[in-house]
């Protein structure tokens, strides 16, 4: 297996980022908001690109995950939080997951939502337990090209083009309801799983192929570096063109016709009427359960190898069941635990919708710590990151924490 095939870290983690959570989220913000955040998709793209290239960094720098890599940095009960807090976000996050999937695939098939959400996670575990994740990621990520659909949307119905560009330049609406919804809209965007996600499969690859860690062979720098700069600006891209048209598309179909409040997986998918008409439902369930099924075990991969590399556990999805016996059990636990929130009774797109929220939130402090390794030279020996690249992952650090103490004080401060 080699990054450098087909598929690498960084277009996993795109087509990962626009998970069930993404596609509720953003179909939410333009649906209430019409054209009015569709600036945070331009704002986020550099952001995010930088943030996941420094966790790519990190992993292939060192040889060692982004947990392993922020307990040399930081005391033990700071990373112990740390992983916590990814852990309830994550959790959280599938159970959000495994419960619109299961609203999709109830709105095409009928039947119970309760036994596909049971369904949906005894096959997410069964294949992390079974086969490698990126040997059947090579298959699921087609099911991503469903999204596209947004993108046919955009080209049948008006577009109030003015007001789409000015939105797109413009902030106008930093009201409580708006702040929440950016703040959903860039923790489902700049997510804490995929830091973890990206900076694990990155190290991976260096002990399961007996290369060495970059700052221990200069002469592969320039290659990977090159590498991992492509691949993660792909991924990116991606991931934000297709939000983008998530949003453009739902604020010209939704938003026109008055639907400014996403309830129910059938009022989510009318978005997608003018190219699919009655198959819309269809196409709609396609893409969350597709997504899902790329995301789930991402969200739970990055809890295990969190947790794994702070208590010094062997960790890797190139390993056996037997062989990595701990990791595989966090893998299971978390997504099993996920699947109790199925029976909160809570509404699985509003569930997505606050799993962006807290995931906008948890991110924060993930990130300050992320930055902290990175800039390390007892970490990153001399290919620790220069000011450029720093300068922008702090930036982003920024932009969420004020986003999220700005909601905070405009929701339960008057």
């Given at each position: 297996?080699?990054?450098?095939?087909?598929?690498?870290?960084?277009?996993?983690?795109?087509?990962?980022?626009?998970?069930?959570?993404?596609?509720?989220?953003?179909?939410?913000?333009?649906?209430?908001?019409?054209?009015?955040?569709?600036?945070?998709?331009?704002?986020?793209?550099?952001?995010?690109?930088?943030?996941?290239?420094?966790?790519?960094?990190?992993?292939?720098?060192?040889?060692?995950?982004?947990?392993?890599?922020?307990?040399?940095?930081?005391?033990?009960?700071?990373?112990?939080?740390?992983?916590?807090?990814?852990?309830?976000?994550?959790?959280?996050?599938?159970?959000?997951?495994?419960?619109?999937?299961?609203?999709?695939?109830?709105?095409v098939?009928?039947?119970?939502?309760?036994?596909?959400?049971?369904?949906?996670?005894v096959?997410?575990?069964?294949?992390?337990?079974?086969?490698?994740?990126?040997?059947?990621?090579?298959?699921?990520?087609?099911?991503?090209?469903?999204?596209f659909?947004?993108?046919?949307?955009?080209?049948?119905?008006?577009?109030d083009?003015?007001?789409?560009?000015?939105?797109?330049?413009?902030?106008?609406?930093?009201?409580?309801?708006?702040?929440?919804?950016?703040?959903?809209?860039?923790?489902?965007?700049?997510?804490?799983?995929?830091?973890?996600?990206?900076?694990?499969?990155?190290?991976?690859?260096?002990?399961?192929?007996?290369?060495?860690?970059?700052?221990?062979?200069?002469?592969?720098?320039?290659?990977?570096?090159?590498?991992?700069?492509?691949?993660?600006?792909?991924?990116?891209?991606f991931?934000?063109?297709?939000?983008?048209?998530?949003?453009l598309?739902?604020?010209?179909?939704?938003?026109?016709?008055g639907?400014?409040?996403?309830?129910?997986?059938?009022?989510?998918?009318e978005?997608?009427?003018?190219?699919?008409?009655?198959?819309?439902?269809?196409?709609?369930?396609?893409?969350?359960?597709?997504?899902?099924?790329?995301?789930?075990?991402?969200?739970?991969?990055?809890?295990?190898?969190?947790?794994?590399?702070?208590?010094?556990?062997?960790?890797?999805?190139?390993?056996?069941?037997?062989?990595?016996?701990?990791?595989?059990?966090?893998?299971?636990?978390?997504?099993?635990?996920?699947?109790?929130?199925?029976?909160?009774?809570?509404?699985?797109?509003?569930?997505?919708?606050?799993?962006?929220?807290?995931?906008?939130?948890?991110?924060?402090?993930?990130m300050?710590?992320?930055?902290?390794?990175?800039?390390?030279?007892?970490?990153?020996?001399?290919?620790?990151?220069?000011?450029?690249?720093l300068?922008f992952?702090?930036?982003?650090?920024?932009?969420?924490?004020?986003?999220?103490?700005?909601?905070?004080?405009?929701?339960?401060?008057?």
């Open positions: 297996m080699e990054i450098t095939g087909d598929i690498g870290p960084g277009v996993i983690t795109g087509a990962a980022d626009d998970d069930p959570s993404g596609i509720a989220t953003y179909s939410q913000a333009g649906a209430q908001f019409g054209y009015g955040l569709l600036w945070t998709m331009l704002l986020t793209y550099p952001l995010m690109a930088a943030v996941q290239l420094v966790s790519a960094h990190i992993g292939r720098v060192t040889g060692a995950g982004l947990a392993k890599n922020i307990g040399r940095a930081l005391p033990h009960w700071i990373v112990s939080l740390l992983v916590t807090i990814l852990l309830i976000a994550n959790i959280f996050n599938i159970g959000a997951d495994l419960s619109a999937m299961a609203a999709a695939a109830q709105l098939a009928g039947g119970s939502s309760h036994l596909y959400v049971i369904v949906f996670a096959v997410c575990v069964t294949l992390q337990l079974l086969v490698p994740y990126r040997r059947y990621a090579e298959v699921l990520k087609w099911l991503t090209l469903s999204l659909a947004y993108v046919g949307v955009i080209l049948l119905v008006h577009i083009w003015p007001r789409a560009l000015l939105g797109m330049v413009c902030p106008r609406n930093l009201g409580t309801a708006a702040l929440l919804t950016i703040v959903a809209v860039f923790g489902t965007t700049i997510s804490p799983y995929l830091f973890f996600w990206q900076s694990s499969q990155e190290a991976e690859e260096i002990a399961t192929t007996n290369q060495h860690a970059l700052k221990d062979a200069p002469r592969a720098v320039r290659k990977q570096y090159r590498r991992m700069r492509i691949d993660t600006l792909f991924g990116m891209a991931s934000n063109l297709i939000a983008l048209a998530i949003m598309a739902t604020a010209a179909t939704l938003n026109a016709k639907i400014t409040n996403i309830g129910s997986a059938a009022q989510a998918a978005a997608l009427e003018p190219i699919a008409g009655r198959f819309a439902f269809l196409l709609f369930a396609i893409g969350i359960i597709g997504t899902g099924l790329l995301a789930v075990p991402v969200l739970a991969g990055s809890a295990a190898f969190a947790v794994g590399e702070t208590h010094g556990w062997k960790t890797g999805l190139e390993y056996k069941p037997r062989q990595a016996a701990r990791f595989y059990t966090i893998i299971a636990g978390a997504t099993f635990v996920g699947v109790l929130i199925d029976w909160s009774n809570m509404n699985p797109i509003k569930a997505l919708f606050w799993s962006a929220v807290l995931n906008g939130v948890s991110a924060v402090p993930i300050a710590a992320m930055m902290v390794v990175a800039s390390s030279r007892e970490i990153m020996g001399h290919l620790h990151e220069r000011r450029g690249l300068t992952g702090w930036a982003a650090t920024a932009v969420m924490a004020l986003a999220s103490v700005a909601m905070l004080v405009t929701s339960f401060g008057g």
